[in-house]
């Protein structure tokens, strides 16, 4: 038997909206995020989807996607916050528009910094240090775990766990994963073993459930998922990439 996993991207967060770098700045859903959360649930539930656990990043706008798909659909096995499934750390760049530090970057910079596999961007000063990690949602994480600024490699790391602990599931189960841009870009890169330009061109569009069933071995019977509404979510990505990136 088949394991099925459901990743989706929280619904458009007000971050999202205002053209920021979110990274693990708890920002709120907006009104059509919220739209999305619940579209990504009733596509789900066309399908028959009903997953056995459900985990999600401990920020609000993950957390608030997660209910308010379990609320629609009327499942009954609540979310389960793993702190292992927050956003990347985009360090100094956090909080700051994507059309600033392009600009004042300059090109080469910005897309490393968010499309490389292993170079972070500026480290956060103390004061945004201190500030982001005092933020509720993020008191879980054990002090030797909180970032100045992450790489996805350094992402990679602390969800192969949660990749691996998905894969050994029961045979026959679902799980669903409700995360964000570059969390579920790494267990994407962990479930497909995707090289470094795949992953660098890979982009995962908010509310947008991507389905992949397990083989008995773990990996997957279709390599890079299937979206549940294919043409939107490949139009939702093109947006993305047009932004430069995750």
């Keep these: 038997m088949t394991t099925r996993i459901a990743l989706v991207r929280h619904g458009q967060s007000q971050a999202n909206a205002d053209g920021l770098f979110t990274g693990i700045t708890d920002s709120p859903l907006t009104t059509g995020g919220r739209e999305e959360a619940r579209r990504a649930a009733h596509l789900l539930d066309e ?59 300059g090109e080469e910079d910005f897309t490393l910094w968010r499309r490389s596999l292993d170079i972070p961007p500026p480290p956060s000063s103390d004061a945004q240090f201190a500030k982001l990690w005092a933020q509720d949602a993020l008191r879980q994480v054990d002090p030797s775990n909180r970032t100045r600024a992450e790489s996805l490699l350094d992402v990679i790391v602390r969800v192969r766990p949660v990749a691996e602990a998905v894969k050994a599931g029961a045979p026959g189960g679902t799980v669903l994963v409700v995360g964000h841009g570059n969390s579920l870009r790494a267990l994407c890169l962990l479930l497909d073993a995707l090289t470094p330009l795949e992953v660098a061109a890979l982009n995962i569009p908010t509310g947008h459930p991507l389905i992949y069933d397990l083989a008995s071995d773990g990996h997957p019977l279709t390599r890079g998922g299937t979206y549940l509404d294919p043409a939107a979510a490949a139009l939702a990505a093109a947006v993305i990439t047009h932004e430069g990136g995750t």
């Design 47 to 105: 399908t028959g989807f009903r997953p056995a656990s459900i985990l999600c990043s401990p920020l609000a706008r993950a957390t608030e996607t997660a209910c308010i798909m379990v609320s629609e659909n009327q499942w009954t096995v609540p979310a389960t916050v793993d702190v292992r499934l927050r956003e990347r750390d985009y360090g100094d760049l956090t909080g700051r528009t994507k059309a600033d530090v392009r600009r004042s970057a």
